[in-house]
């Protein structure tokens, strides 16, 4: 099945600075998606991206589609302590009448006042 | 508009018990996904509803889990017998079906379920 590897597992940066993520594939998406989950909540949908190369702006978040269409990042700017939370990557592939969401693993923020 | 509402929050039960989890979805969405959630992990997709439809189910353990959604609204998820690998929360999501690929998952809080 597909698989996604998503880089870092954890972060632990100062307030202001900026964050960088990633995530590969081992397989083509149609969509890919980045999420933040805060304790005790579900993942809340920050970005979504449909097109091989476009990049999409979020306030403070910036990603990208990779040309391939099997990696993604997703970047953070001027990082701020409400940004501490699990980001997740997800990867959409269309198939029939599935179009199920295959995510990473997570990468863990936290940020430093 | 409300979201997805699901219930209870947390559960703790014994292994080899049984135990209920409950989803209602955003008003109108069509499609519902219940998800399995290990810490330290990312959702793994149990089962895609449409409507009252099942779409895909191949990663539900069917041995020991069954889901349904009989009006295509309200879904609820079962576990008989729980295993202590069961530990972990439970998300239910839904959204609109009309246009997937291009559409939002929104998720509702989850249920956090110990298996003792």
């Known amino acids: 099945g597909q698989q996604l590897n998503q880089s870092p597992q954890s972060m632990f940066i100062q307030e202001g600075e900026d964050v960088s993520m990633n995530c590969t594939s081992s397989?083509?998406?149609?969509?890919w998606l980045w999420y933040k989950q805060d304790p005790g909540e579900g993942p809340v949908l920050l970005i979504a991206?449909?097109?091989?190369?476009e990049l999409t702006s979020n306030g403070r978040l910036t990603a990208q589609f990779g040309i391939t269409r099997k990696d993604s990042f997703l970047n953070i700017s001027a990082s701020i302590p409400s940004d501490v939370g699990i980001y997740f990557c997800?990867?959409?592939?269309?198939?029939?009448?599935?179009?199920?969401?295959?995510f990473g693993k997570g990468t863990l923020l936290t940020v430093n006042p | 508009e409300a979201g997805v509402a699901q219930s209870p929050r947390y559960k703790i039960i014994e292994k080899r018990q049984s135990v209920a989890f409950w989803c209602n979805p955003i008003?109108?969405?069509?499609?519902l996904y219940w998800y399995q959630q290990i810490l330290g992990q990312g959702p793994k997709l149990l089962i895609q509803?449409?409507?009252?439809?099942?779409?895909?189910d191949s990663q539900l353990p069917k041995d020991r889990f069954s889901a349904e959604r009989l009006k295509g609204v309200d879904s609820t998820l079962k576990i008989q017998p729980a295993k202590l690998e069961d530990s972990a929360v439970y998300l239910c999501?839904?959204?609109?079906?009309?246009?997937?690929?291009?559409?939002?998952?929104?998720f509702g809080p989850g249920t956090r379920l110990l298996v003792l």
């Open positions: 991206l449909y097109k091989a190369g």
């Open positions: 509803f449409q409507n009252n439809g099942v779409v895909d």
């Open positions: 008003s109108g969405h069509a499609t």
């Open positions: 397989s083509i998406f149609n969509t």
């Open positions: 999501a839904s959204e609109r079906g009309a246009q997937p690929i291009q559409e939002t998952q929104y």
């Open positions: 997800a990867g959409r592939y269309s198939g029939g009448s599935n179009y199920k969401l295959t």
